[in-house]
């Protein structure tokens, strides 16, 4: 795999800035270069206030100082500025890493790489700055981020099960964030994710880290969890389908049909609601919409190939994949509220 014009020397650099997703995906890269032992400042953001906190970085941004953006993607004014910044002769640096069809025009540009797919396998930025910093040679090195932490030298092999370890949670976040953890029913991958919304991010971080080190995934608490949750997310869904309603031929920009949505509001179990939905109610709907009225946020799901939900939500202030993206309610607008307030509930047996 080869990234364009990616600093090949990141160590070189007096100070690395990460600006990444608040999802799982978007915290892998962060551990991933702890696991290289790269010291890093993490900043983890919401797609729509990317731009803001880029710009707010790039003003910030002194000499010699690398600034790494990664599953998020940014706007053509945001890309310019990071284009004349590469070019001012100081040595600060801007690349980034994502992999999201909607932020295909970036390939543009030399310091950013958008890759979906790679030998024909869904791509996720853990996945990709992982597979950069192996094959440009670096080696995993687990060091602690703290200032005054000591310096451990490992052995070859005491590396060689380390790497190991590390690309089975880079898999694992592939497999999640690309949902091929459901097609072949990995539920190592969706466990994880699971773990992290149940987690502060810090911790979460933390658990993962000492993973590479000790080699245990989930902790002991983390498997109480899990064992709670799978009883709750059987409830949720259950409770989910009976609130389920179907707003019929709604006209949405980016797609040239009207769609069948279901429509259910709730804060948890997004994505795992969102697939049962889907497959359950196939014959009614065409997709479904999860309101967060809290975040004023909706998360879009579908199956198959017939909506392209990620040029749905880049219309309504969003993005994403194919099958999973995600847009602002207020976006959407009143009608769509009202034809949600008007809609049929689809209860099924």
Request: with cysteine.
């Amino acid at each position: 795999m080869k990234l364009k014009n990616l600093p090949k020397k990141i160590g070189h650099y007096d100070k690395v800035h990460l600006i990444s997703h608040t999802d799982l995906d978007g915290v892998g890269p962060s551990i991933v270069l702890q696991a290289y032992g790269i010291m890093h400042e993490a900043d983890f953001v919401e797609t729509r206030k990317v731009d803001e906190a880029v710009l707010a970085r790039l003003e910030e941004l002194q000499d010699n100082e690398l600034l790494i953006i990664t599953d998020l993607s940014v706007s053509e004014e945001v890309a310019e500025a990071i284009t004349k910044v590469n070019k001012e002769p100081n040595a600060r640096f801007v690349c980034l890493i994502d992999h999201h069809a909607s932020a295909l025009y970036l390939n543009d540009y030399s310091w950013a790489s958008e890759i979906p797919l790679l030998d024909d396998i869904k791509m996720s930025a853990t996945t990709l700055i992982f597979k950069y910093l192996d094959e440009a040679g670096y080696v995993v090195n687990p060091q602690s981020q703290e200032e005054d932490a000591e310096v451990i030298d490992y052995s070859p092999q005491q590396i060689a099960v380390f790497f190991d370890r590390l690309a089975r949670f880079v898999e694992n976040v592939r497999l999640y964030d690309t949902w091929d953890w459901h097609a072949l029913k990995i539920q190592e991958a969706a466990d994880l994710n699971t773990i992290f919304y149940a987690r502060r991010r810090h911790e979460f971080i933390k658990d993962r880290f000492n993973y590479i080190l000790t080699g245990q995934l989930f902790t002991e608490a983390d498997d109480t969890y899990l064992t709670f949750s799978k009883d709750e997310l059987r409830k949720v869904l259950k409770k989910k389908e009976k609130q389920l309603v179907i707003v019929k031929d709604y006209s949405l920009e980016g797609h040239d049909t009207p769609l069948n949505i279901g429509v259910v509001e709730t804060d948890s179990y997004i994505s795992e609601l969102g697939n049962h939905l889907a497959e359950k109610f196939a014959e009614e709907i065409d997709c479904v919409f999860i309101v967060s009225l809290v975040k004023n946020r909706v998360s879009l799901r579908s199956i198959g190939k017939a909506v392209n939900l990620s040029e749905v939500a880049k219309h309504y202030n969003g993005g994403g994949h194919p099958n999973a993206s995600g847009c602002d309610l207020s976006a959407l607008g009143m009608d769509f509220i009202v034809a949600i307030q008007n809609a049929p509930k689809a209860i099924k047996k």
